[in-house]
């Protein structure tokens, strides 16, 4: 079995300096896009799905397309994450679903876009952190908030991480991995001007605590499928995303986890506007959604090898939940 607690996987990239990306899916050909990028490039990988993608597949057909890739995939070390999870019930009904992995995000209140104080914060992070580690799942809590809004997620305001704060957060929760906001924001439109990332909080945070931080927001947004999506009907100017050479910075300041969801979307619709466009006789659903799998593979494998974690799968003997519950245990 391929499924493994978030926790293993993001230590053991800490230990090596690598990153590891969590990929947001919806459907069958986003799981299968990017397990086969997964092992065209031998890295273990985190596949996480909202609250949103959970109800708009009805829960039960994206829990078993996971466990599918699982199944499918024994040499890849996979986990299951719940993304954006806003209340204890959301965490409980993922893991009930067999997710290896949850995050909260009290740095929201319960609607996902009314920011919450630190107080709120700690006592909802606290709670999911003790309800989860009874079953060895992994749980990722966030400080400060991004900008933007993405599948309904976000207050549209940036709150940079306060180190100090943050410290005080982990200390406070015990939780296993932190999400800290440094400038990035989630969607197509991240930046106005220049991209200009707060390293300085990154490297100040990860001087304070040791378990593995994350960067939410962190699609490249790549002027190739903009271009691309613009060329066949689609209106996306100004779009612009993280630069892979700022997230390779992240990595080596200490990003263990790195989530993508935007690019993950620009490339699904880019290959199917261009078939729409110049092959506007096909009508059966695998001429246009076939190929925009495979275009989604070869984003995929192409940032595996960006943020280092091509290569890795076979590093380590993967954990179970059950070992885990141990650990948590001690």
């Known amino acids: 079995m391929s499924l493994v607690p978030m926790k293993q996987i993001l230590d053991e990239a800490r230990k090596k300096g690598y990153g590891v990306g969590a990929f947001n899916v919806n459907n069958m050909e986003q799981v ?17 799905a909202s609250r949103g993608a959970l109800k708009y ?38 893991i009930s679903l067999g ?16 920011a919450s104080d630190y107080d709120y914060n700690v006592k909802v992070t606290r ?22 809004i993405e599948d309904g997620v976000g207050s549209g305001s940036i709150h940079l991480t306060d180190p100090a704060e943050a410290k005080r957060f982990v200390d406070a929760t015990g939780l296993d991995a932190l999400a800290i906001a440094i400038g990035t924001s989630h ?8 991209t200009n990332l707060a390293f300085n909080v990154l490297k100040e945070v990860r001087a304070l605590i040791t378990i593995p931080l994350v960067l939410h927001g962190a699609s490249s947004v790549p002027k ?4 691309a999506v613009n060329q066949y009907g689609g209106k996306m100017p100004g779009a612009t995303g993280v630069p892979m050479k700022e997230l390779q910075e992240a990595i080596t300041l200490g990003v263990s986890k790195i989530n993508v969801d935007t690019d993950g979307r620009l490339a699904i619709t880019a ?11 096909k009508f059966d659903p695998r001429d246009y959604l076939g190929p925009a799998r495979d275009t989604l593979t070869g984003i995929i494998a192409g940032k595996m090898n960006d943020f280092g974690t091509a290569g890795h ?13 141990k650990v948590y245990a001690k």
């Open 224 to 227: 190739e499928l903009i271009d």
């Open 187 to 194: 969607g197509a439109y991240k930046f106005k001007g220049s």
């Open 313 to 325: 799968a076979s590093d380590y003997q993967p954990l179970s939940l059950a070992d885990m519950k």
């Open 99 to 114: 997710f290896s992995s949850v995050m909260i995000d009290g740095s929201l209140l319960e609607d996902g876009k009314t």
């Open 271 to 281: 290959a199917i506007r261009k078939v729409f466009a110049t092959e506007p006789e």
């Open 57 to 94: 597949s009805n829960f039960t057909y994206l829990k078993h397309l996971m466990l599918a890739a699982v199944e499918e995939n024994p040499n890849i070390p996979m986990a299951m994450h719940l993304d954006h999870g806003n209340s204890l019930d959301s965490v409980k009904k993922a």
């Open 32 to 48: 299968q896009a990017i397990m086969a990028a997964a092992q065209k490039t031998k890295s273990p990988v985190i596949i996480q």
């Open 127 to 148: 709670s999911v952190v003790e309800y989860a580690h009874q079953y060895g799942v992994t749980v990722e809590g966030e400080i400060g908030t991004l900008g933007g």
